[in-house]
């Protein structure tokens, strides 16, 4: 009967101990100055847009306000480019932050220019 009970503990021991094999550990971290690219380039195509559709509402008359924003938004928009490329060549990082950093201020910076050629025509 002993014997039975010591068997079953071991059965269920050796069931739910954990699996080493199946588990990576890793130095890597999220990198501060990628983390800011990120917020930056949230920060830019929210202004972005949030200025279009304000003008878009208002018939088209962009306010002078509505280029300020505009204007901060490419300054946030290059300085997290720059921030997101840096942090992209740093070691021993989690890439996230800064590949969403770079594709974030790149759609800003596009969405700038686009707005300038048709702002030209």
Request: aromatic share 10%.
């Amino acid at each position: 009967m002993k014997d039975r009970k010591t068997k079953l503990k071991l059965k269920l021991k050796r069931k739910f101990e954990p699996v080493m094999d199946k588990y990576m550990f890793t130095d890597n971290r999220h990198p501060e100055r990628g983390i800011m690219s990120t917020i930056l380039g949230v920060i830019s195509v929210a202004a972005l847009g949030t200025s279009v559709f304000l003008t878009f509402k208002a018939g088209g008359e962009a306010s002078v306000k509505y280029a300020a924003a505009a204007f901060v938004a490419a300054i946030f928009s290059v300085s997290g480019l720059i921030l997101g490329i840096k942090s992209r060549f740093e070691r021993d990082i989690f890439k996230l932050f800064p590949n969403l950093g770079i594709a974030l201020n790149l759609l800003a910076i596009i969405f700038i220019v686009f707005i300038l050629i048709l702002g030209l025509r």
